[in-house]
């Protein structure tokens, strides 16, 4: 006898961002991107609606890597250290559609790169890369404060993902991301209250709620990643059962975290299966955005999603 | 012992220190009361210090920034004294951040570091006929037939036997100190004496003998000792009326602001009698301020009833505590037997008599027995749920046929204590306020309309509930918006509730982002762990059909506001009933009625304690609940967004 599959019908669904502006749509990028969209979990396709797959970008910054582990740099080359190129390599040569520009240089400890620096840079960045973009600050509020309302400008209309929104900081960069039309990257320390808090404060400011990214702040395989899992999995559940203010789409910011753990430093290919499964782990569990570092994690993971959704399909 | 001279600043106090003694035991003993939060653990950072000149060595600790140690500031409590020292103590290292003018510091110095304040108990809501009048202490003038060869039984025997024609004692008991002077005193008075009866446990105690009829003076004393706040009043046990009711500070806040870090300071070399004497100190000058004030004998003062929670009445017992915070949580007595005041330091009539009223657990005590009595909680029909908004508070929730209760850490935020204008509910204290939505003026209204001298309880629930929705604060507490009133202050931004000019105080009254960090974390314990114990009994907020607010709040509380800030669930308000000091009420119903003892005792028995921190949800539950008014913004329909 067969067995019926028992579906679960949800009332809630989760919004679709768009990251990217096209000509038409009022920017310049070469296309734009959906994100989220889900009314089921995480790719069960029986269930609900799974219309827009994880994306991938690849992390670049607007200066040279310092602290970059010696395999990403070798996977790239010397051109890693001019962020152009770089940002080139990741869309010419492994076809990036979307790239997470992080403002390192404007950081006290590595550059101190003044607004003004930071919007040029910005600008001169869109006008040669055309995918869409993530930008996230060098993660010292007080100078996140300066430089980020300067580079949303720079970016003004280009519908940019815009981060990171923490619960004491959060005021400047939702007005900057309001006034540009951007979206925001709404981050919390693996804590589906602080999520659900920082939600209701930015959209009290008039940022809809359909323009907010969550960053649920994750930990590498043996570091944490399931306590990011369950945050992710119970946060869904919520979205899924009706609550508006969990109902946005997660940004992973899986490079950086895979590339720290000790084990992903003893050999070039454990570094790689580290960020592969780290990322393949997050997207189980809801991942929509996932941020990479080194270009053959990027393909597994790549490859991994299509076979998924062909599965699916 | 090397011994050294340290003085104080600006107080210009020197006192002689022993080489390796911290500064701040130094401090207490010249009388000068730092803020010590963490009980002198080096984790509060609050005891900072200034060292003018000597020699001093220090732990080092992650508090102290380099800049300030470039400056000379010093942990007091970390910091040991290596020769003569002269140490500047910044007033806001000082107990109590109001400014004081030199009357009031003095008055702090002579030992207590604040004054017995009248206050205005909440009109009792229950009328005082639930149990019949037999008061803890009763007094009887007897006449007694002289003896005759007829009539020969001993002294004691005859005065037994007239007693007996007062009722059926199941048996009477006198000291030897009373037999003594028995046969002298009836000679003397030609056989009229008033005896004092007191109910000490299953037996009857005569517990003095005087001569002459002073039946007319008979009075009692009930208190509600918290862990911030101590609550006396003076009762005429004949007539039942309250002749004053006083509250003060619990001097015992200098060594450290929970229950926990007073058990560890217990602990340690003289800890448990360092404590219970600043209890005894607190409650002898509260008793010391009534009997002076209505020119009452000390010694006709017989009794004593106490509540208070189970830590505070080890304290005030001078028992071990320690065991009370480790596991399995246990107490040394729950039910302590009727006692000689004069035992725990309590100063009355030198046989008066002590009654503790019986506590449940280590976290639930006789203070929640006694507001369990006075709401009558135990008699309603339906599911009903008493709140104590204190330091350490309770949530009860049953009817007629079960009581459950568990135990709240809330920190003393809403008794006006570890926030910066907080007070009292006394005179000066702005307890209602209204804030303009456009230019944010405030308008507020104070106890008694004294001129304002800090923020009380009730004050604070108005205060963030108005900043709400004049959209000052944002939802997590944090203030948004610019004006005159707002200003960057060390502990964030602040918001000024009224300039100095306008109180004509020597600081302004303000709220800043510190404060309402504090005040959140106590609103969300309170609710927390109300919704923890309605879940747990599978009941919700909708099933209860009463909810009785117990507190220190003085004559005022704003339910609306409270729901708005998430302090109360949101709920039809006319199930909310605001019944101010419950536990005073309810040790004032057993020092009049032998009753309402009786049923204290049951009541203890019956209550059942549920432990909080065995609810895996419980961590959750907490921290969605500090947010304005919550995380889940859908148990707050009411609320507008």
């Not at chain 1, 669904?13 to 009314?39: C, D, F, N, P, Y």
């Not at chain 2, 307890?431 to 456009?438: A, E, F, L, P, T």
């Not at chain 2, 939802?475 to 931004?493: F, L, M």
Request: charged fraction near 25%; aromatic fraction near 8%.
């Amino acid at each position: 006898m067969e067995t019926p599959l028992v579906l679960e019908k949800w009332p809630g669904v989760i919004s679709t961002v768009t990251i990217g502006a096209t000509a038409q749509e009022g920017g310049t990028r070469s296309h734009s991107l959906k994100i989220g969209g889900q009314s089921s979990m995480p790719l069960l396709f029986k269930e609900g609606a799974n219309p827009n797959k994880p994306k991938l970008a690849f992390e670049v910054w607007d200066v040279a890597p310092s602290d970059f582990d010696e395999e990403v740099i070798k996977a790239f080359g010397k051109e890693i250290n001019d962020p152009l190129v770089w940002a080139e390599i990741c869309v010419n040569k492994f076809k990036a559609e979307l790239l997470c520009l992080k403002m390192q240089g404007t950081h006290p400890d590595f550059g101190n790169k003044s607004p003004e620096e930071a919007a040029k840079f910005v600008s001169a960045f869109l006008s040669k890369v055309k995918v869409p973009l993530i930008i996230t600050g060098s993660g010292d509020d007080s100078k996140d404060n300066l430089v980020m309302p300067a580079c949303s400008e720079a970016a003004k209309k280009e519908r940019c993902l815009v981060g990171s929104a923490v619960q004491d900081n959060y005021k400047t960069l939702t007005a900057s991301v309001l006034a540009d039309g951007h979206s925001i990257i709404a981050e919390s320390p693996i804590d589906i209250n602080i999520a659900k808090q920082l939600n209701i404060l930015i959209s009290d400011m008039g940022l809809p709620l359909e323009r907010i990214v969550i960053d649920p702040t994750i930990g590498a395989l043996g570091y944490g990643l399931e306590y990011a899992y369950s945050i992710m999995e119970r946060a869904r559940l919520a979205a899924l059962s009706g609550d508006k203010t969990l109902a946005s789409p997660f940004i992973c910011f899986v490079g950086q975290e895979a590339w720290r753990a000790k084990e992903a430093k003893t050999n070039p290919e454990q570094g790689i299966m580290w960020e592969t499964l780290t990322a393949s782990n997050l997207i189980q569990s809801g991942a929509d955005v996932l941020v990479m570092r080194h270009p053959k994690a990027f393909t597994n993971v790549s490859n991994y999603i299509e076979e998924l959704f062909n599965l699916g399909s | 012992m090397q011994k050294f001279k340290v003085t104080f600043l600006p107080d210009n106090l020197t006192v002689e220190a022993e080489k390796d003694k911290t500064i701040l035991s130094a401090a207490i003993s010249a009388g000068i009361n730092i803020n010590s939060n963490c009980g002198g653990d080096g984790i509060c950072g609050r005891c900072k210090v200034i060292v003018n000149e000597g020699q001093v060595s220090s732990q080092p600790n992650g508090i102290i920034t380099p800049q300030e140690r470039k400056n000379n500031v010093y942990l007091a409590c970390l910091t040991t004294v290596h020769s003569d020292l002269k140490v500047l103590i910044p007033d806001s290292s000082r107990i109590n951040f109001d400014k004081l003018t030199p009357e009031e510091l003095e008055e702090r110095l002579s030992g207590l570091y604040s004054k017995a304040e009248d206050i205005q108990p909440v009109k009792e809501k229950f009328e005082d006929k639930v149990f019949t009048h037999s008061p803890f202490a009763t007094k009887i003038y007897l006449e007694l037939p002289e003896p005759t060869l007829n009539d020969s039984i001993s002294d004691l025997e005859r005065l037994y036997r007239a007693l007996r024609q007062y009722g059926e004692f199941p048996a009477i008991a006198t000291g030897l100190f009373n037999i003594r002077q028995l046969g002298e005193l009836l000679r003397d008075y030609d056989w009229k004496v008033t005896v004092t009866l007191g109910r000490r446990n299953e037996t009857v105690e005569i517990v003095l003998i005087e001569p002459g009829d002073t039946t007319a003076n008979n009075y009692g004393l009930c208190f509600d000792i918290g862990t911030t706040t101590i609550s006396g009043q003076l009762v005429d046990l004949n007539s039942k009326k309250i002749l004053g009711t006083k509250a003060t500070y619990n001097q015992q806040a200098a060594f450290g602001s929970d229950v926990i870090t007073r058990i560890v300071y217990a602990a340690k070399t003289d800890g448990l009698e360092k404590l219970h004497n600043a209890v005894t100190d607190t409650m002898n000058q509260i008793i010391k301020d009534l009997v002076s004030e209505h020119r009452i004998d000390l010694n006709s003062v017989n009794c004593v009833v106490c509540s208070g929670n189970t830590t505070m009445i080890h304290l005030l017992l001078s028992m071990d505590p320690s065991h009370i915070r480790r596991q399995p949580y246990v107490p040394t007595a729950n039910f302590i037997p009727v006692l000689r005041a004069a035992e725990a330091g309590i100063n009355i009539n030198p046989r008066g008599l002590l009654n503790c009223v019986p506590g449940v657990s280590s976290y639930v005590g006789g203070d929640t027995t006694a507001g369990v009595l006075s709401s009558r909680l135990y008699q309603k029909e339906e599911a009903c749920i008493l709140i104590d908004i204190g330091t350490n508070g309770e949530i009860v929730l049953g009817n007629k046929d079960f009581l459950v209760a568990c135990a709240a850490s809330a920190g003393p935020a809403f008794e006006g204590s570890g926030v910066s204008s907080g007070m009292r509910a006394s005179s000066g204290a702005i307890q209602k306020v209204n804030i303009d939505k456009k230019d944010f003026s405030v308008k507020y209204s104070t106890i008694q309309d004294a001129a304002p001298r800090g923020i009380c309880g009730s004050g604070y629930i108005d205060l963030l509930s108005e900043m709400l929705d004049a959209g000052i604060i944002d939802k997590a507490g944090k203030i948004k918006v610019e004006g005159k009133r707002i200003r960057q202050g060390e502990n964030g931004k602040e918001f000024v509730v009224c300039f100095k000019e306008e109180a004509n105080s020597e600081s302004d009254i303000l709220i800043n982002e510190a404060d309402i960090e504090n005040l959140k974390r106590s609103k969300g314990a309170i609710y927390s762990a109300t919704a923890i114990l309605v879940r747990h009994l599978a009941l919700d907020f909708s099933s209860v059909s009463k909810i009785f607010i117990a507190g220190g709040f003085g004559t005022y509380l704003d339910i609306e506001k409270a729901i708005r800030i998430g302090l109360l669930p949101d709920l039809e308000r006319s199930k909310f009933v605001f019944i101010g000091n419950s536990s005073l009420a309810g040790s004032r119903q057993i020092l009049l009625s032998a009753q309402a003892r009786d049923m204290a005792d049951a009541l203890a028995q019956k209550i059942t304690y549920f432990e909080l921190s065995v609810d895996p949800g419980y961590m959750d539950e907490y921290s969605q609940s500090l947010f304005f008014p919550h995380t889940d913004l859908t148990r707050f329909p009411t609320v507008r967004a």
